[in-house]
Every structure is written in C-alpha cells, then in structure tokens.
C-alpha cells in the first residue's frame, strides 16, 4: 500500500456497533429540529398536523422497505425496546393460552435478558442451539413446539459473525403450528432484502442507527391481519401509538428512519455487492499474509459486511490496541475481572482459545478501498508483532495448540 496515499484515521469497521449519520437523512431530520417542532398528536394546528404528516410518511417509508402495511408500524425508542415489547407484550396478552417461549442460544441480550426476566416471572423458555455455522436448526425450532408454546423469537441477522437465520422456514413451520414469530431484524433490514410476509413473521425489530440514521428510534412491526396480533402495552400514559407504546414521538428521529429506510430501499442491492467485495477483499489479504487465522460462521448465508475472524496465538484485545487507526470490536467481553468469551462463538462450539482472539470487522456505507486495505496492513502488521512474542506460536504451527 501507498503510505502518501493512506486514509484518514481512524478507519471505521464497526458498523454492527452503530452507522454514522448519513448527511441525506440529517438533512430530512433538520426541519423538524427547528421551524417544524409540532407534537404529531396536537390534532388542533399547524404544526401538530406538519408532525404528524411526517410520521405517516415515515411509516410509509419504513413499511414499504419490508412489505408491510404503515398501520402495522409502531414506533419506539430502539430494538432493544421494541424487543422488550414484542417479548413481553405477547407474553402477557398471551398468557392465557401458554406460557413457553422458544429463542435461540446466540440472540441478542435484547431478547436474551427479557427472557430471562419472564423466567422470573413464570414462564418456560427454551434455548435453541446453533451449528458451527452460526445456524439455528428449523428441524429443532419444529421439535421444541408444544401446546403451550406461544412465541418464537429468533433473529433475523447475528451482530456477531453476521450469520442469516432460516427465517423463511422457521415462519413457515411457526405459521402452520399456530405460534407466533418474532425477528430481531436490527441487523438486517436495510443490508439484506426482508419481507415480512414472505418470511410469515409476526413482529419484527427495527432500529435506525444501524442503518445509517439517528440513534434513540426505531419501530416494531406488528401483523394486523392473518394473524392479528394482540400486544400489552409495556409503557403507559396517553394511549399513542394504538395504545402499545404511549409518549410523546421523537418526530425528527421518526422521520430520520423513514428516510434511512428509504434511501437502503432505493440502494441496498448495489451497496451490499460493493461491500460484499470490500469484505472479501480484507478476508483474502488477511488469510495471504497469516497462517492459523479461521473464519467465525459459514460464509453461505452471512451479512455482506461481516467478518468475524479468529488469530491463533493473538489476545483480541492486544491486537486491537496494536491496530493503530482502526475501530474494529472483539469477540469478548469483560465482565468484572474475568474475561469470558463471546457466548455467541461458545455457542457456535468455538474453543475458547479461539473466541479470545476472535475480531469483527464490519464494513459500511462510506468505507473505501483504501481503507479496507489500510485495515489489512494494521492487522497483519499487529497480529505478526504479537506473534513473535508468544511462546505458543510455534506450537500452533506444529498442529499442537488452537484446536
């Protein structure tokens, strides 16, 4: 690489993280930070009706991205509520057919930890596991229905290693059992074409920041028809949003996703080839240059951005604070004084030693050639440093560590 051609730093990789703010959506969002502040339930002037014509336009906008009615969109502060909602709010409404639920071991904590607060609280959840693939198995989705079941909640799209559930059959098989489905589709939608009657789900989880508009917003679509589907509301006070999520709506954060949404509609296909091929790009420069390095999750049916990659003999940690320049995040997390590994990698049946050295690269919008290639070089350039300092190197090389 040109080092007087290099990128500016740092370069950006974390897209699962969180999108920056495309200009086009900041300036839809503008107006309705300044001269157009209305309350879109003020029913009685102007700048109430100015409001709530745009929330229905962004309704419109955010419903046409995933062939849903505008009806069927309810507003919220961000997936992890919109989770909550979902999940709790089928859970209470439904309480008096069933009180099992069925999620899949590699969900976000969004649904993880809802769950587990439902638990608390009686019910009976089941925890699906996945292959090596990163793949829930629908076979096993099948299997673990029972009379009483009355959700299953499996995402759309991992944060992780960007892995594409079967979603498709799994609401197929969920549609004919007469349970219903909800998707964390915080990942996907806007990165992979979703249809929420084609794939027959139920409820689905949409947040804006991933998806290059503002944080704090985001929606959950709620089937009217075929089934109707009956939610309790989890906040209380005024009756908006069709009584299952009332406030005041964040009118220039609603009309920011509407404006992602429509934006992603109009180029997601041509985005996605392109950062399919930066990805691909970064992978074979990476697995050109260093040995003992392994791809997380199949490659098949993954995300276009994501590579979750694992460097033999490499604490993550260390080789990101090695990566001069580069914002990637790891596969693990430190909690307390202990640092576990990824439960989304020690789900997959990923050893340990692997999960600790485990990287997520993920590409977005705005990320250029150059600095794919720059990342390459800082990561090659860190990993090869670590290496010579570790004992265990040779070792691995000889086929005795990093099974």
Known sequence: MDRSAQPRTPVYLDHHATTPLDPRVLAAMMPYLTGKFGNAASRSHKFGWEAEQAV???????????????????FTSGATESDNLAIKGVAEAYAGKGDHLIVCAIEHKAVLDVCRRLEQRGARVTRLPVGRDGLVDPGAVEAAIEERTVLVSIMYANNEVGTLQPVAEIGRICRERGVLFHSDAAQAVGKVPVNVDADQIDLLSISAHKMYGPKGVGALYVREREPRVRLMGQMDGGGHERGMRSGTLNVPGIVGLGEACAICGREMDEESAR????????????????????????????????????????????????????AVSSGSACTSAVMEPSYVLKAMGVADDAAHSSIRFSLGRFNTEEEVDYAAERTIEAVKKLRELSPMYEMTREGTWFK
């Open 275 to 326: 950062l399919r091929r930066l990805r691909d790009r970064l992978r074979a420069k990476l697995e050109a240059e260093l040995d003992e390095v392994s791809v997380n999750g199949g490659m098949e049916h993954r995300l276009p951005h994501n590579l979750n990659m694992s460097f033999a003999c490499v604490e993550a940690e260390s080789l990101m604070m090695g990566m001069s320049g580069v």
């Open 56 to 74: 229905e336009e962004s309704r419109r906008q955010i419903a046409s991205l995933i062939g849903a009615s505008p009806r069927e969109i309810i």
